[in-house]
């Protein structure tokens, strides 16, 4: 059994055996041109950034490769300025997927763009589980069962290009003791790190989409991606939904399967927000 599927109730069977799924040809030729378009737009506002910017929620990580020079890894929020990612993050192709598991009242914790340019070193993010990022607890209430990562492939993705890796059935062990040094994605992609906590490395599987698939997985799957040694570009969208009624925080992405747009921004997970909301530089290139 492969968890990839077009059908509604396999794909469910596959997510709640293997914590993850893909349901393809969700969006067509037009839609991934359409948010290629998108990429480039905003990948080309991030590089006229001298560095990493912020204002409010949006934030434009931007990095220096030992190979390429100035990079975008990603982009979060990007919704809150393009209409198009905006319309996108509300797709109701997206809920026809998320509403079977998550019902039609959802809030959206995650907004964001990933870039992984052909021949790019610096673009590795070390195993973990999304688990790790839902901070404070206090604000997410039973998240295993309350929230779901989705992913649009703009591109092919490709063990050659830096696609997810992840461990089948890895949702099913809790919430595990990886590192705690330094960021993800600041780590290579290293099968230690699994052995170590007693995970056989030969279980990993490789996420394989055509650009207009849609993955989706578990906040305890776990999960990396390599290198990009390809000549291909290796983009994803990336939306994350939660139950609204077991999260304190959260944009609201659909009210009674009804979409909704951005209005002035809420807490999500930029802690200072309030403190802090006008534009400013977090560090320099």
């Not at 982009?75 to 809150?80: A, D, G, K, L, R």
């Not at 062990?173 to 993800?184: Q, V, Y």
């Not at 578990?218 to 990009?228: A, E, F, I, R």
């Amino acid at each position: 059994m492969r968890p990839d599927f077009n059908d509604s109730d396999d794909y469910i069977a596959a997510y709640h055996e293997f914590g993850y799924a893909v349901v393809k040809g969700v969006f067509g030729p037009d839609d991934v041109r359409e948010l290629g378009q998108a990429f480039d737009r905003v990948q080309a506002q991030a590089l006229s950034h001298r560095g990493s910017f912020r204002h409010q929620n949006t934030f434009f990580q931007v990095a220096q490769d030992p190979v390429l020079g100035r990079i975008v890894r990603y982009v979060q929020w990007p919704s809150y300025f393009d209409e198009v990612l905006a319309r996108f993050r509300t797709d109701r192709r997206l809920l026809s997927i998320v509403e079977p598991l998550l019902g039609t009242d959802l809030k959206q914790i995650i907004n964001q763009m990933h870039w992984k340019p052909p021949g790019a070193e610096m673009v590795e993010f070390g195993y973990h589980q999304d688990i790790r990022f839902r901070r404070p607890r206090t604000a997410y209430r039973a998240p295993e069962q309350s929230y779901l990562q989705t992913a649009i492939a703009i591109d092919p993705h490709r063990r050659e290009n830096g696609a997810m890796t992840l461990y089948p059935g890895s949702h099913k062990l809790g919430e595990l003791s990886f590192p705690e040094t330094g960021r993800i994605m600041d780590r290579a992609k290293s099968d230690a790190d699994l052995i170590a906590l007693g995970l056989d490395p030969s279980n990993l599987v490789d996420l394989v989409l055509e650009p207009g698939d849609v993955a989706f997985w578990n906040l305890n799957t776990v999960h990396g991606s390599g290198p990009n040694t390809s000549r291909m570009d290796r983009r994803v969208y990336l939306n994350g939904y939660v139950k609204a009624d077991t999260c304190a925080r959260g944009e609201w992405a659909f009210r009674g399967g009804e979409p909704c747009s951005l209005g002035a921004p809420v807490l999500v997970h930029y802690e200072d927000l309030h403190t802090r909301p006008y534009p400013h530089y977090v560090d320099e290139i």
